[in-house]
């Protein structure tokens, strides 16, 4: 199984940004995707996450209304969009898989940076 992000980069506060998580090797009909960043200095957080069977959604209170995780099948890939981006959402975001048997696969991560 392997679990790639990409879409991150440099953006201005209030923009967007749009990251995708593109998985191999394992069929997204069950287990869930959840998306964690780290800042520098920082424990690395839980942002938003879904379970693939059901579409249920979950996200962290400070992402509440600007961020929205969605996955599409066909494309075996999750994605991040992620709106109204401020500096405070600078930080590495990491893509995890975690499959039916709650094994997780992470990817290697992509950086955002929010910046003027």
């Known amino acids: 199984v392997q679990v790639v992000e990409s879409g991150g980069g440099l953006v201005q506060p209030g923009g967007s940004l749009k990251l995708s998580c593109a998985v191999s090797?394992?069929?997204?009909?069950?287990?869930?995707i959840g998306w964690f960043r780290q800042a520098p200095g920082k424990e690395r957080e839980g942002v938003s996450a879904?379970?693939?069977?059901?579409?249920?959604?979950y996200s962290a209170d400070s992402v509440k209304g600007r961020f929205a995780i969605s996955i599409d099948k066909a494309r075996n890939t999750a994605y991040l969009q992620m709106n109204n981006l401020q500096p405070a959402d600078s930080a590495v975001y990491y893509c995890?898989?975690?499959?039916?048997?709650?094994?997780?696969?992470w990817g290697p991560g992509t950086q955002v940076t929010v910046s003027s």
């Open positions: 090797g394992f069929t997204m009909d069950y287990g869930a």
């Open positions: 995890n898989l975690q499959n039916p048997a709650d094994v997780d696969y």
């Open positions: 879904i379970l693939t069977s059901d579409g249920t959604r």
